[in-house]
């Protein structure tokens, strides 16, 4: 079974920071793993992906997730936070076999101080 | 492509109404679901679909019903709504099978039970 831990329900940086959002996971099978983010009022929208390969993945708005076996991690970071970041954030993970479904994890909101 | 749309945006039903909630995707998915999402408990899952004229319980399914008669289509029901019922609900819907399976969300629906 599939399991994602985000740590830190409320995250602060300043605008121009960088920003780091922690994602651990468990899986008994090789994962897929996912980012999402939800700004104010709205569905939740795919910020990147890891499959299989490269395991530094690059999403929108400058975001990227670098997948750490060896730490069951997929943090999320972007160099320079900008105040339209401000949003929560998923992580998510998935197994590989066929009848497995996305597990989200609590959430993470942004919050981006001028 | 309109994507996932859900229809309506808003409503507010008093204890022991009934309602649908409509949810239509453009983008020939297999997989459909709606979750809810309230404060502190991240997404939970309600019903899931993973093809026409099949559904399937998720983990939150008490008091809510499912039906997919088109592929289309994906409809959420409340027979009798309750005040723990207030919440927003957001309709998904993805690839099947072997695929890594990322979700598409609808905007969702803020359903208040009074």
């Known amino acids: 079974a599939q399991s994602v831990t985000q740590l830190g329900s409320h995250v602060s940086v300043s605008e121009g920071a960088l920003v780091l959002l922690r994602c651990n996971y468990s899986s008994s099978v090789p994962p897929y793993l996912f980012w999402y983010v939800q700004y104010p009022n709205q569905g939740l929208q795919l910020l990147l992906k890891y499959t299989t390969g490269a395991t530094l993945v690059k999403g929108i708005n400058g975001f990227e997730a670098e997948f750490k076996k060896s730490e069951t991690s997929f943090h999320l970071t972007k160099p320079s936070a900008h105040m339209s970041d401000a949003a929560e954030y998923f992580c998510?993970?998935?197994?590989?076999?066929?009848?497995?479904?996305?597990?989200f994890g609590k959430g993470t909101r942004l919050h981006i101080l001028p | 492509n309109a994507g996932v749309t859900q229809t309506p945006k808003f409503r507010v039903l008093k204890t022991g109404q009934s309602m649908t909630l409509l949810c239509a995707q453009d983008m020939n998915h297999e997989y459909m679901y709606w979750y809810r999402q309230d404060p502190g408990m991240g997404l939970r899952l309600i019903h899931y679909s993973v093809g026409e004229g099949t559904t399937a319980k998720g983990e939150v399914p008490d008091g809510y019903n499912v039906s997919r008669l088109k592929k289309q289509n994906f409809l959420l029901g409340l027979e009798s709504a309750a005040p723990s019922q207030t919440s927003v609900y957001f309709c998904?819907?993805?690839?099947?099978?072997?695929?890594?399976?990322?979700?598409?969300f609808g905007p969702g629906t803020r359903l208040t039970v009074t």
């Open positions: 998510a993970v998935r197994g590989m076999n066929r009848d497995d479904k996305i597990i």
């Open positions: 998904a819907s993805s690839y099947g099978g072997s695929t890594s399976g990322e979700q598409y």
